[in-house]
């Protein structure tokens, strides 16, 4: 039973999406993100849905010292926690950063090293309580590295290997480790891009991440005909793929 | 930027923005410029321009979708304005309320549903959309939110209710909903052979049900023009439902199948309909869904028309001899073998819209979709407008994308009041085509 949910980046369209179904069975929420009024509307909609109790705290994931102090909150106001969700993330236009140092650096560290960070304090507590999920967003953009996007596809599948070595030392102690991959879908933070066939509501994805949530499945491709896309993806030989424009 | 996803339902006219602003959060909306030609746009399901602005700003308003209060006890919602009807029925039917007013979408966004003042099947007992807003809060362009309600800027309230998205941005709306006992609908179905039968049936059923409506052929010419079926219900109550599930008669979907659309023609369709294996009456227990929605359950039909796109032709005549000129107006459209596939036939109440601009008046309003063939379409359709001048009728906003502008001012007399709460940053393809 997931009843106690800690959420950072919790102002995420996905997350959103995916937290309202818990909403309606009476969840407890700890949301983390960095716009306390955007967290604000959040926290009325889940109450207005169902959610007991709605916590908010202000922490930009950057600010990695405080990430410990975060979960330690939460574990305090709403109770141990069933279920760390971790959703937040930023997707720069790869042309315009890709020859600015300073800016690699920080778009890696939103995207992959703050979100390790974060695994790790979420581990660390439920190693101690011996039970828990984390569940963390990652894309699949993580699969292969293409000349559009590999800047932010690099942290992604940063992101993906962790989680992936995570769950198998995780495993024995019944502590269950989700990475989620969603394909394209239709949030603020595609804003720009032309939406064609492949593109998915955020409302579709978050359902089916809530359902995979709920069962406990290491690794979900949503909507999950991307697995198939990927499958593709991943099968051209390198000596081809980089002559791709992609 | 991705305009060519911004055009309306019916994909006629095609005119462009200059540019789209997608809105996140509320929060965003304290810092937002807003210049000349400026538009909302919802979910696009307007027939025609109101939600167009060729060389203008849109705001695409879809993601400002929360829900901020809910009164489980009085079934009052106060909801963003981009959340859409189908959201809104997701979370409330389970709760044992429904939507005063429906039209035959969900996928509308609440702002949509004020700015047209949209009616539904219930116009005779309900009024339009309008009627149940009581609170909506809007944002000029002069960075100021305004709290309207029957009281407070009661005249922006009205102005806003049917204001076609001119006289600001609609931030919120509160309003109140209907309780029901099961999410499922009483439905009789029954054939009427012509015009004259439509008349007596709805006089009688407008007393008995709730809702109304009747699917018309306009194909039929002679003692059959105007043949129909009038699908009259309600909602069902808990002890109908468990008896028609005992029966194992429920849960027939709803007259058309998706079959008959993948390869229609107007013809064959309005005959499969119509001798569709129906007795005289039928009765059943259906889900709201393909009773209110039956064109949202067949995916993209309206693509059928072409890439030309079609035009979608509303209008409403008052009761004055109101089968006669309904008879010469059918006989027009009939002997122009230009009729279409979706005829709608349904009468409007005596129910007054707070909304200056509001569409329905107390009358028999006909919704006839149109290939978009150039200028012989709009020429029937030009023919058709002077019958409605004529007899005192007038033509939805929401659903038109050529009515003249001497014809417009005609039928909105409360045009000249409605200007002066109009915001001047606001403007729509619709908009500077009647003015
Ligand atoms: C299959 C189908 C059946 C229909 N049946 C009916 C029916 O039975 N009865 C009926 O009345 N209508 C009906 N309609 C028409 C439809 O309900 C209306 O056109 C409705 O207004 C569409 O809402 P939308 O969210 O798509 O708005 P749009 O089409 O995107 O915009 C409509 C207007 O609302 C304004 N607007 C939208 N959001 C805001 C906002 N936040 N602030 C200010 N202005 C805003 C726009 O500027 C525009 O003027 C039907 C349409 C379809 C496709
Ligand atoms: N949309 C897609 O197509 C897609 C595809 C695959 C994967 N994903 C992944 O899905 C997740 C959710 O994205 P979304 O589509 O829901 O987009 P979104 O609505 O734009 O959400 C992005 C979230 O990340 C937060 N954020 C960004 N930088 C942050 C920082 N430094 N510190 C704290 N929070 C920060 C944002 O907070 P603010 O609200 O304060 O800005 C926002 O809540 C992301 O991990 C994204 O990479 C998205």
């Known amino acids: ?246 | 930027m991705n305009n060519i996803n911004y055009l309306s339902f019916n994909k006629y006219p095609k005119l462009y923005p200059q540019s789209i602003i997608t809105l996140g959060w509320l929060t965003d909306l304290d810092n937002l410029r807003i210049n000349p030609l400026s538009l909302c746009y919802g979910m696009g399901k307007s027939y025609g321009d109101v939600c167009l602005n060729e060389g203008g700003t849109i705001f695409d308003i879809t993601n400002l979708n929360h829900i901020i209060d809910f009164d489980e006890k009085n079934g009052i919602i106060k909801c963003e304005a981009g959340i859409t009807l189908d959201k809104i029925l997701e979370f409330v039917v389970p709760k044992g309320w429904f939507l005063p007013v429906t039209p035959g979408t969900k996928f509308i966004t609440l702002g949509g549903a004020v700015a047209n003042d949209v009616h539904g099947k219930n116009h005779h007992t309900a009024g339009t959309f309008g009627s149940h807003v009581t609170e909506i809060e809007l944002l000029r362009s002069d960075n100021i939110t305004y709290k309207c309600t029957k009281n407070e800027n009661r005249e922006l309230f009205c102005a806003t209710i049917g204001g076609l998205g001119l006289t600001g941005l609609i931030k919120s709306v509160e309003f109140g909903l209907i309780p029901i006992e099961t999410p499922f609908m009483y439905v009789e179905n029954i054939k009427f052979d012509n015009l004259d039968a439509f008349f007596d049936l709805n006089e009688e059923s407008e007393k008995l049900f709730p809702y109304t409506v009747s699917w018309v052929d306009c194909t039929t010419k002679g003692k059959k023009m105007g043949r129909g079926i009038y699908m009259r219900g309600r909602h069902a109550t808990k002890s109908e439902v468990n008896k028609s599930f005992e029966m194992k008669e429920g849960a027939i979907p709803f007259p058309i199948e998706a079959r008959f659309i993948n390869n229609f023609t107007v013809k064959t369709f309005n005959k499969l309909y119509y001798s569709k294996q129906l007795s005289k009456i039928s009765t059943q227990i259906v889900p709201f869904e393909p009773y209110f929605y039956p064109l949202d359950m067949i995916n993209g039909w309206e693509k059928a028309y072409g890439k030309n796109g079609f035009l979608q032709h509303q209008f409403v005549l008052p009761y004055d001899n109101c089968k006669k000129n309904m008879q010469q107006i059918f006989e027009i459209i009939v002997n122009s073998g230009m009729s279409s596939f979706l005829t709608v036939l349904k009468s409007f109440g005596d129910a007054k819209s707070p909304g200056m601009l509001s569409f329905p008046k107390k009358g028999i309003t006909l919704a006839i979709d149109y290939r978009m063939e150039g200028n012989k379409t709009l020429e029937l359709l030009n023919k058709i407008d002077k019958l409605v001048s004529k007899n005192n009728g007038r033509l939805y906003p929401g659903k038109d994308a050529r009515m003249s502008r001497e014809h417009f001012h005609q039928f909105y007399p409360n045009f000249g009041e409605f200007q002066s709460y109009k915001d001047s940053n606001f403007s729509s393809s619709f908009y500077r085509r009647i003015k």
């Open chain 1, 1 to 246: 039973m997931i009843r106690n949910i800690y959420v950072f980046g919790a102002t995420s369209k996905i997350a959103e999406e995916t937290i309202k179904h818990f909403a309606k069975e009476s969840a407890n929420f700890y949301l983390v993100g960095r716009d306390i009024d955007k967290l604000g509307i959040v926290s009325k909609d889940l109450l207005a849905r169902g959610a007991n109790k709605v916590e908010l705290e202000t922490c930009n994931a950057l600010d990695w010292e405080k990430h410990p102090a975060t979960v330690d909150k939460a574990d305090n106001s709403i109770g141990q926690l069933d279920l760390i969700f971790i959703a937040h993330g930023t997707l720069p236009v790869n042309e315009d950063i890709r020859n600015n140092q300073m800016k690699v650096i920080e778009e890696f560290n939103i995207n992959c090293t703050s979100i390790i960070s974060l695994c790790t304090v979420a581990s660390d507590y439920f190693e101690k309580k011996g039970k828990g999920t984390i569940a963390v967003i990652s894309s699949v953009a993580g699969e292969r590295g293409r000349q559009s996007n590999f800047i932010y596809g690099s942290a992604k599948g940063g992101v993906t290997k962790y989680l992936e070595g995570l769950r198998n030392r995780l495993f024995e102690k019944g502590i269950k480790v989700i990475t989620i991959k969603p394909g394209m879908v239709d949030t603020p933070m595609t804003k720009d891009f032309k939406k064609g066939l492949l593109f998915a509501s955020p409302s579709r994805v978050g359902k089916e991440i809530y359902k995979g949530i709920k069962i406990g499945r290491d690794v979900m491709y949503v909507p999950g005909y991307w697995k198939i896309i990927m499958g593709i993806i991943k099968s051209i030989p390198e000596s081809i793929f980089k002559k791709l424009k992609l």
